[in-house]
């Protein structure tokens, strides 16, 4: 019986450039994070097949806004209202340079 390669959820979560804490959340609310589903070990921690895992960093399969990941609809959405506050000030910012005193 050949053994699968795993990788821990820490180093995996360090290769996504996220946290710990997103994949727990994901595997918790959907039992998987974009469509790979984690190994629970005896004590409660989750390993992932690392085959998979190069599948997704390499590109191969769909990131988390095609699958519907919350948290990247959410990080979309910060991101707009923060696109939107700077374009609010960058006008105040303007009159104000155009020799209105504030």
Known sequence: MKQQAL???ADFARLLGGKRASLNTSVYRRGEFCGIKPVK???GRLMWPAD????????EMPPPAEVGDSAARLAAGKAAAK???LTVK?????AV???EVA
């Open 7 to 9: 990788i821990p959820n």
């Open 41 to 43: 070990l005896p004590n």
């Open 52 to 59: 998979e895992v190069n599948r997704l960093l390499a590109g």
């Open 83 to 85: 696109a939107r506050r």
């Open 90 to 94: 960058s006008a105040g910012v303007e």
């Open 97 to 99: 340079t155009a020799g």
